[in-house]
């Protein structure tokens, strides 16, 4: 099915460690978002992109980096992974701000383990 | 920060009406939305209202807004098992950026 796809679905790594997420979408969406899910917690927006070539930060941003190189791709990037990064990462995709065209569609989810 | 908060926990018997509540700080949200989370699975989108309505309906769904209160409501008519999940209210700035409450847990008993 079309939509958003996230790569890999799972990860373990070790403390200090990098590794990048995947987001690609193929629907033509300007606007791409990276959340992170906690146990106990809604999600928490860490990067957002509202176009090829752009990135802001959002609520929780630090250890964490993105690029935006193509528009069909949101990398999300942790340069050193850390325990507290443990999470289930979920990114979403939409086509303007405004749901009314088309609501925000979401990934599936990459859940991430840092030992 | 803004905030939105919802409570945590509902209980309700099938076939029994659902309501679940959500304050939010934000004046300036331009869209709230109600998420259904299932276990190990993804968000799913449920509705969403405009902030200058007050009722939207949607099938089973009615969304309630007091945007003098902040309060959001979502009810669930005639509740199935199978609408056991985690709820979750979020608003949006003009950036379509989402701010989340932390859930409900919504277990329906036979």
């Known amino acids: 099915n079309a939509g958003v796809t996230q790569t890999p679905k799972f990860r373990v790594l070790k403390t200090g460690q990098s590794m990048t997420l995947l987001c690609a979408q193929d629907?033509?969406?300007?606007?791409m978002y990276w959340y992170r899910q906690d146990p106990g917690m809604g999600l928490r927006l860490i990067h957002y992109?509202?176009?090829?070539?752009?990135?802001a930060k959002g609520e929780v941003p630090d250890g964490y980096n993105v690029s935006r190189l193509k528009k069909q791709n949101f990398l999300l990037g942790l340069e050193s992974a850390a325990p507290s990064q443990t999470s289930v990462y979920f990114c979403?995709?939409?086509?303007?701000?405004?749901?009314?065209?088309?609501?925000?569609?979401f990934g599936d989810g990459t859940r991430l383990s840092i030992l | 920060g803004e905030d939105v908060e919802q409570s945590l926990f509902l209980s309700v018997r099938e076939g029994d009406s659902s309501v679940i509540n959500c304050t939010y700080t934000d004046s300036s949200s331009t869209y709230l939305y109600w998420y259904k989370q299932e276990p190990g699975a993804g968000l799913q989108l449920l509705t969403y209202i405009f902030s200058n309505m007050d009722m939207k309906q949607d099938q089973r769904l009615t969304v309630l807004l007091n945007k003098k209160d902040k309060h959001l409501s979502l009810r669930i008519a005639d509740t199935q098992t199978g609408d056991s999940a985690i709820y979750f209210c979020?608003?949006?700035?003009?950036?379509?950026?989402?701010?989340f409450g932390a859930g409900t847990q919504v277990v329906v008993t036979p």
């Open positions: 979020a608003d949006s700035d003009s950036w379509g950026k989402l701010q």
């Open positions: 629907m033509n969406h300007e606007y």
């Open positions: 979403a995709s939409s086509y303007e701000a405004s749901p009314t065209n088309q609501p925000q569609h």
């Open positions: 992109s509202v176009g090829e070539g752009t990135t």
